[in-house]
C-alpha cells in the first residue's frame, strides 16, 4: 500500500535561513508527488507537483522540491524563508495512470523565527 | 472567485444527531472529494465523485455518506455522530481527476465537533 512519512512534525527556522522539509514514500509504481501548503484557517494550495522529467521541480512563492528515486524522497527546499511561510506543509502521492486518489503524509507544520 | 465553498464554517453536534456538510464548486470541474484532517494523520480521502452521478468509497467512508447532487454540488452525511468522527472536513474539486496536470483545489473547511 502507498504511503508518506513526513518525519518532522513541527521546524522552527529563521527568516532568512534556508528550508527543507523531508518527504518520503513508499509506492509499488513510479509515483505522482506533490507538496501542498495549508494556512492557518484555509484549505490546501498545491505549491508543486513532480511526475517526470527533470528531478528538480520549482514551484509557486520560491519553493523548490528534489525527487530521488533511490531514497524515495521527495524534499521541498527554500534558500530564504519568509515570516509568511509560517504554515503546515502536505507531502501526497498519487498514480500516474487512474483516479487521483492522493495520499497525504501527516504534515510538518512550519514556524518562522524573527 | 469563490472557487469551492464549504458550509457550514462550524458545527456542534450530540452524539447521535445527523447533519448535512455542503460543498458547492463555481469551476464547473467534473471531480470532487471530501477528507478529514486530524491530528497526527494528515488528510484522509472520505468519498469521491469522480464525475457527475458517480461516488465511491475512499480511504475512511464508514460512518458517512455523500451526494453528488449535480455538478456543482457534493455533500457529506453523517446519519448518526460519534466522537470519532470529530475532526476538520474538507471539501476538494478538480477538473478531471485522471489527468496528470490535475491539481485539487480546497474549500476553506468545517470544524467539526461531536460531543
Known amino acids: 500500500a502507498q504511503s508518506v512519512t513526513q518525519p518532522d512534525i513541527h521546524i522552527t527556522v529563521s527568516e532568512g535561513a534556508s528550508l527543507e522539509l523531508r518527504c518520503n514514500y513508499s509506492?509499488?509504481?513510479?509515483?505522482?508527488l506533490f507538496w501542498y501548503v495549508q494556512s492557518p484557517g484555509q484549505g490546501l494550495q498545491l505549491l508543486l507537483k513532480?511526475?517526470?522529467?527533470?528531478?528538480l521541480v520549482q514551484g509557486i512563492k520560491g519553493f523548490e522540491a528534489e525527487f530521488k528515486r533511490s531514497q524515495s524522497s521527495f524534499n521541498l527546499r527554500k534558500p530564504s524563508v519568509h515570516w509568511s511561510d509560517a504554515a503546515e506543509y502536505f507531502c501526497?502521492?498519487?498514480?500516474?495512470?487512474?483516479?487521483?486518489?492522493?495520499?497525504f503524509g501527516t504534515g510538518t507544520r512550519l514556524l518562522v523565527s524573527p | 472567485n469563490a472557487g469551492v465553498t464549504q458550509t457550514p464554517k462550524f458545527q456542534v453536534l450530540k452524539t447521535g444527531q445527523s447533519m448535512t456538510l455542503q460543498c458547492a464548486q463555481d469551476m464547473n470541474h467534473n471531480s470532487m472529494y471530501w477528507y478529514r484532517q486530524d491530528p497526527g494523520m494528515g488528510l484522509r480521502l472520505i468519498y469521491y465523485?469522480?464525475?457527475?452521478?458517480?461516488?465511491d468509497k475512499g480511504e475512511v467512508p464508514n460512518g458517512y455518506n455523500v451526494s453528488r447532487l449535480n455538478k456543482r454540488e457534493f455533500s457529506l452525511r453523517l446519519e448518526s455522530a460519534a466522537p470519532s468522527q470529530t475532526s476538520v472536513y474538507f471539501c476538494?474539486?478538480?477538473?478531471?481527476?485522471?489527468?496528470?496536470?490535475?491539481?485539487?483545489?480546497f474549500g476553506s473547511g468545517t470544524q467539526l465537533s461531536v460531543l
Open positions: 509506492y509499488g509504481a513510479t509515483p505522482y
Open positions: 465523485s469522480a464525475s457527475e452521478g458517480t461516488t
Open positions: 476538494a474539486s478538480s477538473e478531471e481527476g485522471y489527468s496528470l496536470n490535475e491539481k485539487l483545489f
Open positions: 513532480y511526475f517526470s522529467g527533470d528531478t
Open positions: 501526497a502521492v498519487g498514480p500516474l495512470q487512474g483516479f487521483q486518489k492522493l495520499v
